[in-house]
């Protein structure tokens, strides 16, 4: 018996998959031998993160989609089934924390764009590939949260309000696309170090109290959040739905 997790001949779709989490999740399905389309809406990134990862045991193919236009959003999905197949693993990364201040300030137009990115392009992608996920009956869904969907964050509303959200789809979809051999889970990073969480790890004071208080003292990598999405979106977690992963050094125990 094997010990290490396969993802041979399945697709992936990881949004946001040029940098940041969202290529270390595709760079550990493409290891584990999952074809994987990387998206969001700079072409050369994904180009950059695609050359990267050439070589590994499965392809990796960059599309440029802005996950806020459905014109975009559905292209993006065509060109994915076109190049590779059909969708077996769809990973929901791509974020804006558009927002962040005193909730008094927030504006319609930054709840718009919170919606847009964070929640509605997760629901069309959704709708656009468990139709097919469920004809073949199987599938799984892994929808990137964060802590700050669990506990309210200092100046971030929005964001929280928007991550919150995801952890309910997630348990609704997982509900009712459960029967139909569809999971969905997702996974609730702490602070990990990549360009989002910027001014939290530059800013020294944040990270003297980080070091202070948090049982891991230190902030995670981006690695450390992928090898979770391999065991979600692989059939070692076949009985596992409806969950959210909290991978945050402890910051909420
Ligand atoms: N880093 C943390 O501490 C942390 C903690 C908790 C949760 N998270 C969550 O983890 C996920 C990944 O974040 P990250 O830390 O890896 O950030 P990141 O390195 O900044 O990556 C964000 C990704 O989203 C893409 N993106 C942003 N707007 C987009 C749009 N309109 N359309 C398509 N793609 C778009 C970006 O690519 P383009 O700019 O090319 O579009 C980029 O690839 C997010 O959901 C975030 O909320 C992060």
Same mark, same amino acid.
């Given at each position: 018996?094997?010990?290490?997790?396969?993802?041979?001949?399945?697709?992936?779709?990881?949004?946001?998959?040029?940098?940041?989490?969202?290529?270390?999740?595709?760079?550990?399905?493409?290891?584990?031998?999952?074809?994987?389309?990387?998206?969001?809406?700079?072409?050369?990134?994904?180009?950059?993160? %695609?050359? *990267?990862?050439?070589? +590994?045991?499965? =392809?990796?193919?960059? #599309? /440029?989609?802005?996950?806020?236009?459905? @014109?975009?959003?559905?292209?993006?999905?065509?060109?994915?089934?076109?190049?590779?197949?059909?969708?077996?693993?769809?990973?929901?990364?791509?974020?804006?924390?558009?927002?962040?201040?005193?909730?008094?300030?927030?504006?319609?137009?930054?709840?718009?764009?919170?919606?847009?990115?964070?929640?509605?392009?997760?629901?069309?992608?959704?709708?656009?590939?468990?139709?097919?996920?469920?004809?073949?009956?199987?599938?799984?869904?892994?929808?990137?949260?964060?802590?700050?969907?669990?506990?309210?964050?200092?100046?971030?509303?929005?964001?929280?309000?928007?991550?919150?959200?995801?952890?309910?789809?997630?348990?609704?979809? %997982?509900? *009712?696309?459960?029967? +139909?051999?569809? =999971?969905?889970?997702? #996974? /609730?990073?702490?602070?990990?170090?990549? @360009?989002?969480?910027?001014?939290?790890?530059?800013?020294?004071?944040?990270?003297?109290?980080?070091?202070?208080?948090?049982?891991?003292?230190?902030?995670?990598?981006?690695?450390?959040?992928?090898?979770?999405?391999?065991?979600?979106?692989?059939?070692?977690?076949?009985?596992?739905?409806?969950?959210?992963?909290?991978?945050?050094?402890?910051?909420?125990?």
């Amino acid at each position: 018996m094997s010990t290490s997790i396969s993802l041979q001949g399945k697709v992936a779709l990881v949004t946001g998959g040029g940098r940041g989490i969202g290529k270390a999740i595709a760079q550990r399905f493409a290891e584990a031998g999952a074809d994987v389309v990387i998206a969001s809406r700079k072409l050369e990134n994904l180009e950059a993160a %695609a050359s *990267e990862l050439a070589g +590994l045991p499965g =392809r990796v193919l960059p #599309i /440029a989609c802005h996950v806020g236009r459905l @014109d975009q959003v559905e292209h993006l999905v065509r060109e994915t089934e076109a190049q590779l197949g059909p969708i077996d693993i769809l990973v929901n990364n791509s974020a804006t924390n558009i927002g962040q201040g005193p909730s008094l300030n927030a504006t319609d137009e930054m709840l718009d764009k919170i919606v847009e990115i964070n929640i509605k392009a997760a629901l069309r992608l959704v709708r656009l590939t468990v139709p097919k996920m469920i004809e073949r009956g199987k599938g799984s869904i892994i929808n990137i949260s964060s802590v700050a969907g669990l506990e309210p964050q200092p100046q971030g509303l929005l964001y929280s309000f928007s991550k919150a959200g995801l952890i309910m789809m997630t348990r609704s979809w %997982a509900r *009712e696309f459960g029967p +139909l051999g569809v =999971r969905c889970n997702a #996974i /609730a990073p702490g602070l990990i170090k990549t @360009d989002f969480s910027e001014y939290f790890w530059k800013n020294d004071e944040y990270r003297n109290h980080l070091e202070q208080t948090q049982p891991i003292p230190r902030f995670g990598q981006p690695a450390e959040i992928s090898q979770a999405a391999l065991y979600l979106a692989s059939d070692e977690a076949s009985f596992v739905t409806g969950q959210t992963f909290v991978i945050d050094g402890g910051m909420t125990a």
